[in-house]
């Protein structure tokens, strides 16, 4: 092979890797979207079953891939939406899933990749239904992961007899070749981040004549399995420690899986030939059976599967607190506004561990770990949102008395209020990690002193908020009275603080750029304060407490009532142009 021969090879096989990938992510976020938001919502409802679990994973490994899904429920089980026990069963689901789409891949439809891509492009152009053009996208998305295959495929086939001598050594016939040939996939897939992407490859080998039977694509397939949990084990770097095990827990099921496969290697070898004469569809199957069965194997066992991971992946620290939004208790709607209080707490929490740890970035040098920990707890934060939204609006179909209809609205504001100074802090974090960069933005002790103190009355500040979210306090509005005077003790400093920074700007003691930056510092901690006298006047509202008496009280569904006529907008819209009316 001439060295421009191998150039051109390189560059198609590497080119139609990439448009495979692109085309999957492009199908896997068309799928997603076309199943839309209550999918996520559905997750964190159904999983108190196991055998539910197990099928809402396949349905979410076939949409977004095992990666993903892991990925997302990493996620949840760090905002403590999920246990582990109940994320275990999506786990081994959406490895499951994972093969079906692959499945669906190993027909061989490289022929009608074009028209496939065409009929996704109309209804993604033309067609005004979201839903349609989502089902376009996925469609397009299929048809240029098609193409991809097809284009490694056809860029490898005039040099089979050239690549089969050197990808002859990876086969499951002896030790040596399965070994290496696991250890290559797990390599390429971690890398890649992509175990769809790796079995693509071998299918494309497949096809293109250099692998010619399924002894060849079962160390492939088991690396992939491999691989891929290298997404979730990066994605929980810094996460609590659940999270964490979550992760574990599919790298430790894909490593159970992988060990069935090499102990039982005869009998997969002896059963693949008997689903399909076609070495592609072989290795599809393959890639199925060997996540399957061990899969339902498991599954009686998961609460003890959970025990293990546990028990290896320990930690010194306290267990993280889990969610307060308990399902059951939506038929209870004092119970439920109770519970919602207690998130907000619990959100609370999470939003000034982030506030002390953004004060380590201003005031010292970062680290990877603390600004890890921010970036996560902002989508904690963010999870939960969310999620309480999701739980308010089913207490709204409850019959609720007018107190508790209030209380909802203040309940829902306070959770807005806090994700926003969620987002303060993440901003406060992402100036430090700018400043850090400018030496000139470097200031005096004095400065820093002045900035110290200002930060520590607006942590004073929000803890007096964590403090007041405590549905069995008897007085929460004393407690929400103490957040504006300590509110406005702040004012003042800060008020005092700009003023001390603008003098050292002009007498040209600190620069000007270091100025700037801590003008955005003042700016960042005063909407903190901001959202925390919001959080506080909605405490003070006469409906914000909960009636001990009512908690065990069930309500009914609501009466559905007849919604009122449809207005005209043509009279608003007039009305807003008219200059005399505004």
């Not at 399924?214 to 084990?233: D, F, V």
Request: proline share 4%.
């Amino acid at each position: 092979m001439s060295g421009s021969e191998l150039f051109f090879l390189i560059s198609a096989v590497l080119g139609g890797l990439a448009l495979f990938i692109f085309g999957m992510n492009v199908m896997t976020d068309g799928l997603r979207q076309a199943a839309g938001h209550r999918l996520r919502d559905i997750l964190t409802r159904t999983t108190a079953n196991r055998w539910t679990g197990l099928g809402l994973g396949t349905v979410l490994g076939l949409l977004i891939h095992s990666s993903g899904t892991s990925v997302m429920l990493v996620g949840f089980v760090n905002a403590g939406l999920m246990t582990l026990t109940q994320a275990i069963p999506v786990v081994l689901g959406a490895n499951v899933g994972t093969t079906v789409s692959m499945q669906a891949i190993s027909f061989r439809l490289g022929d009608y990749a074009f028209f496939i891509i065409a009929v996704g492009f109309i209804l993604r152009m033309t067609i005004p239904d979201a839903r349609f053009k989502q089902i376009g996208l996925a469609l397009l998305g299929f048809g240029l992961l098609f193409l991809g295959m097809t284009i490694m495929s056809d860029a490898i086939k005039p040099h089979r007899d050239t690549l089969a001598p050197f990808l002859a050594q990876i086969t499951a016939e002896n030790f040596s070749g399965l070994f290496f040939g696991v250890l290559l996939a797990t390599a390429i897939t971690a890398v890649i981040q992509s175990s769809g992407a790796t079995v693509g490859m071998a299918f494309a080998l497949v096809q293109a004549g250099v692998f010619t039977s399924i002894e060849q694509t079962y160390p492939i397939i088991l690396g992939a399995h491999i691989g891929t949990c290298a997404t979730a084990l990066l994605s929980s770097i810094g996460a609590n420690i659940q999270a964490r095990r979550t992760a574990f827990a599919h790298l430790f099921f894909n490593l159970y899986n992988v060990f069935i496969a090499i102990a039982a290697k005869g009998f997969f070898l002896w059963l693949m030939p008997l689903t399909s004469n076609d070495v592609l569809r072989q290795t599809a199957n393959l890639h199925t059976v060997v996540m399957l069965l061990p899969a339902l194997l498991l599954m009686p066992f998961t609460p003890l599967f959970g025990r293990f991971i546990c028990f290896v992946v320990r930690t010194k620290k306290p267990e993280p607190q889990p969610s307060y939004l308990n399902e059951q208790w939506l038929e209870y709607p004092e119970k439920a506004l109770e519970s919602s209080i207690l998130e907000l707490q619990r959100v609370a929490r999470v939003c000034s561990r982030s506030l002390m740890l953004s004060a380590e970035t201003v005031l010292f040098t970062h680290s990877r770990k603390t600004v890890a920990e921010i970036k996560l707890n902002e989508k904690v934060v963010n999870e939960v949102k969310i999620s309480m939204k999701d739980y308010l609006s089913a207490l709204t179909h409850r019959y609720l008395s007018k107190r508790q209809a209030i209380l909802i609205q203040h309940i829902d504001r306070c959770m807005i209020d806090l994700e926003r100074i969620g987002d303060h802090v993440d901003a406060i974090c992402d100036l430090s990690l700018r400043r850090q960069k400018i030496p000139e933005a470097i200031v005096d002790r004095e400065s820093l002193d002045a900035l110290f103190d200002l930060y520590a009355k607006a942590l004073k500040t929000f803890r007096a908020v964590i403090e007041s979210l405590n549905p069995e306090s008897k007085d929460i509005q004393e407690l929400a009275g103490r957040i504006l005077r300590l509110r406005d003790e702040y004012v003042q400093l800060s008020i005092n603080t700009k003023a001390a920074f603008t003098d050292k700007v002009a007498q040209r003691k600190i620069t000007p750029i270091a100025g700037f930056y801590f003008s955005e510092y003042i700016a960042g901690l005063d909407r903190i304060v901001k959202h925390s006298k919001s959080i506080a006047l909605a405490e003070r509202q006469p409906q914000f407490w909960i009636k001990r008496k009512k908690l065990d009280r069930h309500a009914d569904q609501a009466p559905e009532r007849d919604s009122p006529p449809l207005v005209n907008p043509h009279d608003y819209l007039e009305r807003l142009q008219n200059e005399e009316y505004l």
